[in-house]
């Protein structure tokens, strides 16, 4: 098994272009999330899945978009990018089938907005 | 919402010294206590995880103990060796589909 995949590993962005973070996980996880690290900080939940087609928001949803169509596929969409997205991205995903809560965490996307 | 507090946010120790990391939390509704290494260029990985059933937990040098009168939690590693140098981070959830709440994070150094 891959675990949980992110691409790409890096991007640089200009103020307001737009783009799409990959997250793909072959783990049959039925829950997905994204969280983002800015520097000296811990991880802070932007959105979340219980499943294909649920998606929710969490603490900073602003300024993004998430779908996921599939079990395996959790997209990070960002809109008219801003200095304040810049950040590092991770995916992760977990399940609960027998109590099991472990979220397991993608490499990460290290995005530059200027 | 809950909030997780870490301290020290840098942690200097001795090779074959122990290693203490505390943290506290708020909401008294979580039950969900893990604790994660994030080695540079890398994402968090689990180390373990303990429970508001359970007051201790051990893996090898690790353990966890968890104080959920006082709301607290605490990650002991024994015997520290080099490779143990990272930055830690703790976390609490309600459990099921909820995120986790993270703490800022210890950076731990281990001194040769």
């Known amino acids: 098994n891959a675990g949980v995949t992110q691409t790409p590993k890096f991007r640089i962005l200009k103020i307001g272009q737009s783009m799409t973070l990959q997250c793909a996980q072959d783990m049959n996880h039925n829950y997905m999330y994204w969280y983002r690290q800015d520097p000296g900080m811990g991880l802070k939940l932007i959105y979340y899945?219980?499943?294909?087609?649920?998606?929710d928001k969490g603490e900073v949803p602003n300024g993004y978009n998430v779908s996921r169509s599939t079990t395996e596929d959790f997209p990070l969409r960002l809109e008219l990018a801003a200095p304040s997205q810049t950040s590092v991205y991770f995916c992760a995903s977990s399940y609960t089938f027998g109590g099991s809560e472990t979220q397991y965490f993608g490499p990460g996307t290290r995005l530059l907005v200027l | 919402g809950e909030n997780v507090e870490q301290h020290p946010s840098t942690l200097s120790v001795q090779e074959g010294d122990s290693a203490v990391i505390k943290c506290t939390y708020s909401?008294?509704?979580?039950?969900?206590f893990p604790w994660y290494k994030q080695e540079l260029g890398k994402g968090p990985q689990l180390i373990i995880d303990?429970?508001?059933?359970?007051g201790e937990k051990k893996d090898q040098r690790i353990a966890v103990t968890l104080n959920k009168t006082a709301k607290h939690f605490s990650l002991h590693i024994t015997e520290t060796q080099p490779e143990d140098s990272a930055v830690y981070f703790c976390?609490?959830?309600?459990?099921?589909?909820?995120?986790?709440?993270f703490g800022k994070g210890t950076h731990l150094i281990i001194q040769p």
């Open positions: 909401d008294s509704a979580s039950n969900y």
């Open positions: 303990i429970r508001s059933n359970v």
């Open positions: 976390a609490a959830s309600r459990g099921g589909a909820d995120g986790l709440t």
């Open positions: 899945s219980v499943g294909a087609g649920i998606t």
